[in-house]
């Protein structure tokens, strides 16, 4: 191919350097990869995905199943770009991918020699044995000779944007249906959105030569789309694809934003758009179709209508002598548009043997092409004609006419397939498929312009009138009217590899042998033989491969069904679909108000759901982290610390009905909770199984204040909520998350006292707050909430703030503590105390405990709560369950690991002989050893008795005593004191 | 006692606020005392009495807000109001609510985040999936804002968000962003 001195959209003032497989070349701006290479003369852009068969371009759009090239350089390098589509840029780097050393002379092409072993279910049948062969040698050779572009291995340094629109009409496609109908639209002045995947509107137009309304088609469509822009209640997106059809008028829609320039400047490389539509025009339009016969793979070989697109669109003549090989009269428009652009027609080859087409070139009625050679391009053309005889043409391109399928994929995106339409031997979408889902243009099987504009307008009028808009009808413009008139003819026969899905290398052959072997849905030979699984998703494979099925079964094309097209459309970046969401934002993070604080003084950190909570402050000297959990835990035990404890959930709870409530919702008694008093409680779900744990304070009469682990604070407010609305809306009970509004810092160990009293305005002693009791203060007029709790089994307290003062306090705090000996520590010092203590958390209220199970057994109070009846069934408690104790080493083995399984001296850690697991486990620094808290089966009743916690994932096994699970301080003096 | 103050830090501190870019700025907005009110069950005449008597107006429908003398109150939940008032006002209101409805003091509990500018509707389709078309002055949404529960309230060239305290930078950061992303796209 050679570019034309004059014609296509593209301004061949301009020159855009570009390099292809490390060699330079020119584009012009309006280019695409492939046609840029084309114009230079390049036919082989990539090989096949199996044999490594060199390919050139197949289409013109982003069906393309062949030009898939790398485009960019290290992390920037995207793969499995389609060139069709790829718009050039000054600069642009780009190579063709699986191939090696280079496209042109592939040495992984020896696996083509073997393609008489690896047709469909090869690798079901051959790599059976031996089973671990499998991963290590067969995996890896098929991986290294299979398959598409390379993925860098960096992150992507690509920044993404995810985004909302919302309008009355999405029309998907701005080809004559779709501008028409967004014209029509625009002009009621109904908020319209107008997306085509291509970066310019106009469709087919664009790729041909007929006047649109007196003007060329390219011309047509700019100045209609120039109309629509200036439209502010249009919003015109070109580079965008509609991806896929959901829910609720949803639809998914890739722009690629800057994939086009060689700088963004800042803005993103694509918007993964949610496009929520009150209705939609589904003006996708149609892709052509190809016809399988032997070797119809060569570079070379294109559709007739990219060829025309490549003529009249890029101004690029295709080739110095070319075949057409066709059954309808596209083939015939192909010839006259390459005659008329003085391109020399080899032959002109119809299979059907009825037409007399008036052309300047050899004409074979009745005649099939049954083969072509040329290694890296075609070199001729085996064609047989209709009296039999065979005549070998030399040419270097061949233009292939098969018919065109509507591109009826997001019409199946809800599940609806399609239904097929004898006349032009294709599926169109059915009606009512998506919701609020109309089509018009090619995609309903209408192919002439005239008919498609004709459509586009009475598609808008129909969604205006839905939406009770009367709107003066526009006119549509002149344009030709000439049917394809199509005779099917799907593939020829004759001998050699005749290919219907390019991109999985699939051929005749494969679908026969699918055939042969029973799998004869069309599901099931679309997986067994891998055929429209690629990345073109089998846009230019899945009717002709059915076609061939059919006719092997004799069923009818309708009958054979067409399998489930999916989302997305075409190709979308996983990178698009994560938008913001990776590195710092891939979750938003929650800072407590003392965040600062912890920032200032060194502490490592830990996510605790999305909030962020320190887990050590790690002093100068301390090279590792176990050297600041045991300061920090000894430090507690002896003087006191200060940590922070603002993330737990907070539950404002009033009402007349809160005592009620909240009796329903904990296992054991809230009501005769006394005011000023706090309790530890239990609460259960439904099916009997603790769901968390926390303290209720009752701040008056029906004034309680909930509080709920980190992790658990949504699940719980969630409950509350539930049970509230659906269970027992009769109650007057009203809950809010005081969470946010408060600062709450544990203050713990034997001086918690001082360092409290050194701050409040009151102060306080035993006998004023003693244990699991509350209170209010001030600390210079700033209200205080005091709540006499531990977590660490010290004498503690909780000391809550508005937040505003919480970094202000958690500083205060901190000086005092270390004025005492004491100073802050993180959540892995409080995890220690708390297993010292025998304390819990969701390590051990994981979901699959009852009361009994946790120890808790006579919590259950005799009135009625969530989950009690349930929390009963047999089997749940008792012996046969795992129960809560505590474990400590006792043999030569002084770890013990944390999920580790518990078995019985002498067992062997298998799923029959299993015990139990360790839940927790920290080395004391009180004890000076090991200790852990775990499961074991009837546990209570084994105290004293020696058992093995073995890890499976290191091997280490340890020989362990069950003790109780309380470590330090078991009859709470310290706590209480 | 002790003689210890407290001292009250900005919840948006480090978030270098206000920030402006192309044609939107975004700024922290003071709202004063953040009041959260629940009238209890056969409450709410007497709650609307007892607040159009203390304060001048009562509660809004759902989904809606409304504005007096710098006070406003809206919609937030099934049953739950918020109030935007100064400390006389929120004082007046609490007082007259005793009994009537669970009153809680969120002001600690929330920040307010203020966008604006021509380009606003662009930054916000990154961040939040209303349509704001359909969403005029009057009305307020719960909804999420860069995946956080927020409350959202239109003004008249942006709207304000009200967003848990803890969220504040994770907002501002990703606000900001979205923010560069469509200066940068209106100059290509």
């Known amino acids: 191919m050679k570019r034309l001195s004059t014609g296509g959209q593209i301004d061949q003032n301009v020159n855009v350097p570009f390099t292809f497989d490390g060699k330079k070349y020119t584009a012009h701006p309006g280019d695409t990869v492939a046609s840029a290479l084309l114009a230079n003369g390049v036919r082989v852009m990539g090989r096949s995905f199996k044999y490594h068969r060199p390919r050139g371009v197949l289409t013109a759009g982003s069906d393309e199943p062949n030009a898939l090239i790398e485009v960019g350089l290290g992390a920037d390098c995207t793969p499995n770009t389609r060139a069709t589509v790829q718009e050039v840029y000054a600069g642009l780097t780009c190579k063709s991918q699986n191939c090696w050393p280079h496209v042109k002379f592939d040495l992984m092409a020896v696996t083509g020699l073997m393609s008489a072993f690896l047709g469909a279910g090869f690798y079901y049948k051959t790599f059976m044995w031996p089973r671990k062969f499998w991963v290590k040698v067969y995996e890896p050779i098929i991986r290294r000779a299979a398959g598409l572009g390379n993925l860098s291995g960096l992150p992507d340094p690509a920044v993404y944007d995810k985004a909302w629109a919302y309008c009355d009409l999405?029309?998907?496609?701005?080809?004559?249906?779709?501008?028409?109908?967004?014209?029509?639209a625009g002009k009621a002045g109904i908020k319209v959105v107008l997306a085509d995947e291509d970066f310019i509107a106009g469709g087919r137009v664009n790729g041909e030569c007929d006047i649109v309304g007196g003007l060329s088609g390219g011309d047509w469509a700019a100045k209609t789309l120039a109309e629509l822009t200036a439209m502010p209640n249009v919003q015109v997106m070109l580079r965008t694809t509609v991806t896929g059809a959901y829910d609720g008028g949803t639809y998914g829609a890739l722009q690629r934003v800057t994939d086009h320039l060689a700088q963004s400047n800042g803005a993103p490389q694509q918007t993964f758009w949610r496009i929520v539509a009150k209705h939609?025009?589904?003006?996708?339009?149609?892709?052509?179709?190809?016809?399988?016969?032997?070797?119809?793979?060569?570079?070379?070989?294109?559709?007739?209508?990219?060829?025309?697109?490549?003529?009249?669109?890029?101004?690029?003549?295709?080739?110095?002598?070319?075949?057409?090989?066709?059954?309808?009269?596209?083939?015939?428009?192909?010839?006259?548009?390459?005659?008329?652009?003085?391109?020399?027609?080899?032959?002109?080859?119809?299979?059907?043997?009825?037409?007399?087409?008036?052309?300047?070139?050899?004409?074979?009625?009745?005649s099939q092409v049954i083969n072509t050679s040329g290694r890296l391009g075609l070199k001729s053309v085996s064609v047989r004609r209709e009296d039999g005889t065979v005549t070998r043409i030399s040419a270097d391109y061949l233009a292939v006419a098969g018919g065109w399928n509507p591109a009826v994929h997001l019409s199946s995106h809800m599940g609806k397939k399609p239904e097929w339409r004898k006349d032009i031997a294709g599926f169109i979408p059915t009606k009512n498929a998506i919701p609020n889902m109309t089509y018009a243009g090619a995609v309903t099987g209408d192919y002439t312009t005239q008919t498609v504009l004709v459509a586009g307008i009475e598609a808008a009028q129909s969604v205006l009138k839905k939406l009770g808009i009367k709107?003066?009808?526009?006119?549509?413009?002149?344009?030709?009217?000439?049917?394809?008139?199509?005779?099917?003819?799907?593939?020829?026969?004759?001998?050699?590899?005749?290919?219907?899905?390019?991109?999985?290398?699939?051929?005749?052959?494969?679908?026969?042998?699918?055939?042969?072997?029973?799998?004869?849905?069309?599901?099931?030979?679309?997986?067994?033989?891998?055929?429209?699984?690629?990345?073109?998703?089998?846009?230019?494979?899945?009717?002709?491969?059915?076609?061939?099925?059919?006719?092997?079964?004799?069923?009818?094309?309708?009958?054979?069904?067409?399998?489930?097209?999916?989302?997305?459309?075409?190709?979308?970046?996983?990178?698009?679909?994560?938008?913001?969401?990776?590195?710092?934002?891939?979750?938003?993070?929650?800072?407590?108000?003392?965040?600062?604080?912890?920032?200032?003084?060194?502490?490592?950190?830990?996510?605790?759901?999305?909030?962020?909570?320190?887990?050590?402050?790690?002093?100068?000297?301390?090279?590792?982290?176990?050297?600041?959990?045991?300061?920090?835990?000894?430090?507690v035990r002896n003087s006191v610390g200060i940590t922070d404890v603002t993330s737990l959930g907070k539950i404002d709870v009033q009402g007349p009905d809160a005592a009620v409530f909240l009796d329903r919702i904990y296992a054991n008694t809230m009501s005769s909770l006394k005011i000023g008093k706090v309790r530890y409680g239990l609460m259960l779900r439904e099916d009997g199984m603790v769901m968390d744990d926390g303290t209720v304070a009752r701040l008056a009469d029906t004034h309680y204040l909930v509080t709920t682990t980190t992790g658990a604070a949504g699940q719980v407010m969630r409950h509350l909520e539930f049970c509230s609305q659906c269970l027992w809306p009769e109650l007057d009970v009203h809950f809010i998350s005081v969470t946010e509004q408060w600062a709450q810092f544990a203050v713990a160990g034997p001086k918690a006292r001082e360092v409290l009293n050194g701050v409040l305005s009151n102060g306080i002693d035993n006998e004023?707050?003693?244990?699991?009791?509350?209170?209010?203060?001030?600390?210079?007029?700033?209200?205080?909430?005091?709540?006499?709790?531990?977590?660490?089994?010290?004498?503690?307290?909780?000391?809550?703030?508005?937040?505003?003062?919480?970094?202000?306090?958690?500083?205060?705090?901190?000086?005092?503590?270390?004025?005492?000996?004491?100073?802050?520590?993180?959540?892995?010092?409080?995890?220690?105390?708390?297993?010292?203590?025998?304390?819990?958390?969701?390590?051990?209220?994981?979901?699959?405990?009852?009361?009994?199970?946790?120890?808790?057994?006579?919590?259950?109070?005799?009135?009625?709560?969530?989950?009690?009846?349930?929390?009963?069934?047999?089997?749940?408690?008792g012996p046969d369950r795992e129960h809560l104790i505590g474990l400590k080493p006792v043999g030569v083995v002084k770890q013990i690991v944390q999920g580790a399984v518990?078995?019985?001296?002498?067992?062997?850690?298998?799923?029959?002989?299993?015990?139990?697991?360790?839940?927790?486990?920290?080395?004391?620094?009180?004890?000076?050893?090991?200790?852990?808290?775990?499961?074991?089966?009837?546990?209570?009743?084994?105290?004293?008795?020696?058992?093995?916690?073995?890890?499976?994932?290191?091997?280490?096994?340890?020989?362990?005593?069950?003790?109780?699970?309380?470590?330090?301080?078991?009859?709470?003096g310290r706590l209480r004191g | 006692?002790?003689?210890?103050?407290?001292?009250?830090?900005?919840?948006?501190?480090?978030?270098?606020?206000?920030?402006?870019?192309?044609?939107?700025?975004?700024?922290?907005?003071?709202?004063?005392?953040?009041?959260?009110?629940?009238?209890?069950?056969?409450?709410?005449?007497?709650?609307?009495?007892?607040?159009?008597?203390?304060?001048?107006?009562?509660?809004?429908?759902?989904?809606?807000?409304?504005?007096?003398?710098?006070?406003?109150?809206?919609?937030?939940?099934?049953?739950?109001?918020?109030?935007?008032?100064?400390?006389?006002?929120?004082?007046?209101?609490?007082?007259?609510?005793?009994?009537?409805?669970?009153?809680?003091?969120?002001?600690?509990?929330?920040?307010?985040?203020?966008?604006?500018?021509?380009?606003?509707?662009?930054?916000?389709?990154?961040?939040?999936?209303?349509?704001?078309?359909?969403?005029?002055?009057?009305?307020?949404?719960?909804?999420?804002?860069?995946?956080?529960?927020?409350?959202?309230?239109?003004?008249?060239?942006?709207?304000?968000?009200?967003?848990?305290?803890s969220y504040a930078r994770a907002a501002v950061d990703i606000t900001t962003e979205a923010m560069k992303s469509v200066a940068a796209q209106a100059l290509l």
Not at chain 1, 170 to 184: H, T
Not at chain 2, 138 to 144: D, I, K, N
């Open chain 1, 170 to 184: 999405l029309v998907i496609g701005a080809g004559p249906a779709g501008l028409m109908a967004a014209l029509q």
């Open chain 1, 280 to 366: 939609t025009i589904l003006a996708s339009g149609a892709l052509e179709r190809p016809i399988a016969f032997p070797n119809n793979d060569r570079p070379g070989i294109m559709l007739a209508s990219a060829m025309r697109t490549y003529l009249h669109r890029y101004g690029i003549a295709p080739g110095k002598r070319v075949v057409i090989f066709s059954n309808n009269d596209d083939g015939v428009r192909t010839a006259r548009d390459l005659i008329d652009a003085g391109i020399e027609i080899a032959a002109f080859v119809d299979t059907r043997g009825h037409i007399t087409p008036n052309l300047s070139c050899p004409v074979l009625t009745g």
């Open chain 1, 471 to 635: 709107a003066a009808r526009i006119k549509p413009p002149e344009a030709e009217n000439r049917p394809i008139n199509i005779a099917p003819f799907w593939h020829v026969d004759a001998k050699g590899p005749a290919w219907l899905d390019f991109q999985n290398d699939v051929t005749v052959k494969d679908i026969k042998q699918a055939h042969a072997e029973n799998f004869r849905s069309v599901e099931h030979m679309k997986r067994y033989t891998t055929l429209g699984m690629a990345t073109d998703q089998g846009k230019t494979s899945n009717i002709g491969a059915l076609a061939v099925m059919a006719e092997l079964t004799g069923q009818s094309i309708p009958e054979t069904g067409t399998t489930m097209f999916r989302p997305p459309y075409s190709p979308v970046q996983i990178g698009a679909l994560g938008g913001r969401n990776v590195g710092r934002h891939y979750m938003p993070n929650r800072l407590t108000p003392a965040d600062e604080f912890a920032r200032k003084h060194r502490a490592d950190w830990v996510e605790a759901g999305l909030w962020q909570r320190a887990s050590l402050f790690k002093q100068r000297s301390e090279t590792r982290w176990r050297q600041s959990c045991d300061r920090e835990v000894l430090m």
């Open chain 1, 768 to 877: 004023s707050l003693p244990y699991m009791s509350c209170a209010g203060d001030n600390i210079d007029g700033v209200t205080v909430r005091l709540f006499r709790i531990s977590f660490s089994g010290e004498r503690g307290y909780e000391i809550a703030v508005p937040a505003r003062y919480g970094l202000s306090l958690m500083q205060t705090l901190v000086e005092r503590a270390q004025a005492l000996g004491g100073g802050a520590y993180g959540l892995e010092a409080l995890n220690v105390l708390r297993i010292e203590k025998g304390f819990l958390t969701h390590a051990e209220i994981d979901g699959r405990m009852t009361l009994d199970n946790l120890g808790f057994g006579r919590m259950l109070a005799k009135k009625d709560c969530i989950g009690k009846v349930l929390s009963q069934r047999d089997g749940l408690n």
């Open chain 1, 902 to 972: 518990m078995v019985n001296v002498g067992d062997v850690a298998t799923a029959e002989g299993l015990q139990g697991h360790v839940s927790s486990a920290c080395f004391s620094p009180t004890l000076g050893h090991v200790i852990a808290l775990g499961f074991v089966k009837n546990g209570r009743e084994r105290m004293g008795e020696q058992i093995i916690a073995a890890d499976l994932t290191s091997g280490v096994e340890t020989l362990c005593e069950i003790t109780s699970t309380v470590f330090v301080d078991p009859d709470g």
């Open chain 2, 1 to 165: 006692m002790a003689r210890v103050s407290l001292t009250s830090q900005d919840g948006f501190a480090d978030c270098d606020l206000p920030f402006s870019c192309g044609s939107v700025q975004i700024s922290a907005q003071d709202a004063g005392q953040i009041t959260a009110i629940m009238p209890f069950k056969g409450y709410a005449m007497t709650v609307a009495t007892a607040l159009k008597d203390s304060v001048g107006m009562t509660l809004p429908t759902v989904g809606t807000v409304i504005e007096n003398n710098g006070t406003e109150f809206f919609w937030n939940a099934q049953g739950q109001w918020f109030a935007f008032a100064n400390h006389a006002e929120t004082a007046k209101l609490t007082a007259a609510l005793q009994g009537m409805a669970a009153v809680s003091d969120q002001s600690d509990g929330w920040l307010i985040l203020a966008l604006s500018g021509t380009g606003v509707r662009d930054v916000l389709a990154r961040l939040c999936p209303l349509d704001f078309d359909d969403f005029p002055l009057g009305r307020v949404a719960r909804t999420e804002f860069a995946h956080i529960a927020c409350t959202l309230i239109p003004g008249q060239t942006g709207c304000r968000i009200m967003v848990p305290r």
